[in-house]
C-alpha cells in the first residue's frame, strides 16, 4: 500500500514557476514508477510526466517538455515537478500516481492505467 499527498500548487502568473511535491508513505517507494497527471475543468485527466524506477528514465508530454522536470528523491520517499516558464493552458489539478511497472516503453508509462494509487491533487492557477 502506498499514500501519496502533494503539495506546492498555488496561483502563479504566466511565465513564473511552481515546484510540486509528492510525498509517499510505504517502504517501497523505490521500487515504483512515479508520474504526475493533470485535469483541467471539463477535461480528461492527462499525462504530464513519468521517471521510472529504476535508472532515472524520464518521459514527458509534449506539451510540457522542455518547461517541467520530474526528479525523485527515493531516500526522502518524494517525487518532484519543476514547473517553468507556466502558461495559463498550464491551470488544472495535479495528480500524484505510483504504479509498479517495470517495462521499459512509454506508452506504459503515459498510461492512467499503469498506476495503482493517486493522491488527491493540488490546484495550479496559472493567470495572464
Known amino acids: 500500500q502506498v499514500q501519496l499527498v502533494e503539495s506546492g500548487g498555488g496561483l502563479v502568473q504566466a511565465g513564473g514557476s511552481l515546484r510540486l511535491s509528492c510525498a509517499a508513505s510505504g517502504r517501497t517507494f523505490s521500487r515504483y514508477a512515479m508520474a504526475w497527471f493533470r485535469q483541467g475543468p471539463g477535461t480528461e485527466r492527462e499525462f504530464v510526466a513519468a521517471?521510472?524506477?529504476?535508472?532515472?528514465?524520464?518521459y514527458y508530454a509534449d506539451s510540457v517538455k522542455g518547461r517541467f522536470t520530474i526528479s525523485r528523491d527515493n531516500a526522502k520517499n518524494t517525487v518532484y515537478l519543476q514547473m517553468n516558464s507556466l502558461k495559463p493552458e498550464d491551470t488544472a489539478v495535479y495528480y500524484c500516481a505510483a504504479g509498479r511497472i517495470d517495462y521499459i516503453g512509454r506508452s506504459y508509462y503515459t498510461s492512467r492505467y499503469q498506476y495503482d494509487y493517486w493522491g488527491q491533487g493540488t490546484q495550479v492557477t496559472v493567470s495572464s
Open positions: 521517471i521510472r524506477w529504476i535508472g532515472g528514465t524520464t
